[in-house]
């Protein structure tokens, strides 16, 4: 018997079988979808995270006075390299020696002190209270940071009483937008605007004439220094050097003393994908309870297909079907459950991860590679990802789940006596 055959008599099955073949369906149509939807929010998460730290920079380290905890990254907030401690204990302020100190350290490239604090800002009549500036020694500035700029410059020498703004404090603070080479006041003083970043609302001005604007950061210390690595495979080894390098300065003998921390984008990245590997092995896990139930039920129904088409099978070896025959229909006709299933289930765990973004306030990307973005960091419904593979590949399991599960089925079915078959009732 042709392929085609088998293949037209298998669909006929599936076309004309009862109320207990479709319920079986949308038990693997479940369980398909809620692999996909796992599966697709999982890659969304996962590249959001990469996102989010490679925005920071894998080549930055950031040294912080107190023990601070990796949250203080700034996810979720500005684009700056490093902000204010989250979470700080034996606070030590960090100060020029600390500098000289880390530029010692093999692998360090750059060495860039920062001070940041809160400020008022008038543009235009309108006041801004509170709007965050930060001093940056601008002869490295611009090497380390990882700001982009939307229109303008960075600052260079020379540029004393200027500044880089954030795009949603010159677009959104003020009811109109701030251009290049405005004038804005920030705490009695007037800077020139010579560049926009693409994100945040940050004001940057140089280290100098920021401890003049912020009073209590007049007394030669940095809130946070940003450290430039040449080489990013030598960043856990370059984070260890720094630690001993500013123990020692600091005369700590015991790095459960110690009054800074060092953060490494890179480590955690590292221990957030664990923890996001593990979430996703566990939901996983869940679903595919849903799948095992439909491979079941698919069993449970070619076996009981095997008994009402008994004399059938009779027939068509009467006339000369063959064994392997008998076995390629009912082998089709369960991938036929299969796919069926699958197909629902993945556009089903489409919509749910669409869904489930959407209540997170984030968009869903349907394509390879795509990535949804949005205002928090969620990162189990920060964006879903379904792709290609994602897609072919729940077909495919889909399938081949229904063909194991038919497998027996078909075989007993292939064996029957035809002489018994036709005296079946």
């Known amino acids: 018997m042709k392929f085609k055959k088998s293949f037209q008599l298998a669909f006929n099955m599936l076309v004309h079988s009862r109320l207990r073949s479709w319920l079986t369906i949308i038990g693997i149509v479940i369980g398909i979808a809620a692999v996909v939807s796992i599966i697709s929010i999982s890659l969304g998460a996962q590249q959001q995270l ?8 894998a080549d930055i380290l950031t040294v912080s006075p107190g023990v601070q905890r990796a949250s203080a990254l700034g996810f979720g907030g500005d684009r ?29 490239k750059y060495v860039l002190g920062q001070i940041s604090g809160q400020a008022d800002v008038t543009y235009s009549s309108k006041t801004s209270k509170n709007s965050r500036v930060t001093g940056v020694d601008i002869s490295v500035w611009k090497d380390v940071t990882t700001e982009t700029l939307n229109s303008g410059r960075f600052l ?24 290049i080479n405005s004038k804005i006041i920030i705490e009695g003083v007037s800077f020139n605007v010579v560049g926009i970043t693409s994100e945040g609302s940050s004001i940057y001005m140089p280290i100098a004439i920021a401890r ?7 007394n030669g210390n940095f809130d946070s220094i940003s450290v430039k690595i040449a080489d990013v495979s030598l960043s856990n ?24 921390s060092v ?35 698919i069993a449970n ?23 392997r025959d008998i076995l390629t229909i009912f082998l089709i006709n369960s991938g036929l459950i299969g796919f069926v299933g699958g197909f629902g289930g993945v556009v089903l765990g489409t919509i749910a991860s669409a869904v489930i973004s959407g209540m997170a306030g984030i968009g869903t990307s349907t394509a390879s590679g795509g990535v949804g973005r949005g205002g928090g960091f969620n990162l189990l419904t920060s964006s879903s990802v379904v792709n290609i593979p994602l897609i072919l590949g729940a077909l495919f399991f889909a399938v081949i789940l229904g063909m194991i599960a038919g497998a027996i089925p078909a075989y007993r079915a292939s064996k029957l006596n035809p002489v018994d078959a036709l005296r079946y009732e």
């Open 50 to 57: 990469q996102s989010r730290l490679g925005g920071l920079g």
């Open 80 to 108: 700056s390299i490093s902000g204010e401690p989250s979470s700080t204990s034996q606070v030590k302020n960090l100060t020029e020696r600390d500098i000289v100190a880390i530029k010692s350290v093999s692998n360090v």
């Open 156 to 179: 260079t020498k020379g540029d004393a009483y200027s500044v880089v703004i954030g795009n949603r404090l010159a677009t959104s603070v003020f009811g109109k937008e701030i251009p």
């Open 212 to 218: 003049t604007i912020l009073e209590d950061k007049n």
């Open 237 to 260: 080894q370059t984070v260890t050097d720094i630690t001993k390098k500013l123990m020692l300065l600091h005369g700590i003998l015991q790095e459960s003393k110690k009054d800074f």
């Open 263 to 297: 953060s490494n984008p890179a480590s955690i990245q590292e221990t957030i994908q664990q923890t996001l590997n593990t979430m996703t092995l566990f939901l996983g896990a869940i679903a595919a309870i849903s799948l095992l139930v439909g491979a079941i039920g």
């Open 301 to 323: 129904t070619m076996f009981t297909s095997t008994l009402e088409k008994t004399r059938e099978i009779g027939v068509l070896k009467a006339v000369g079907a063959k064994n």
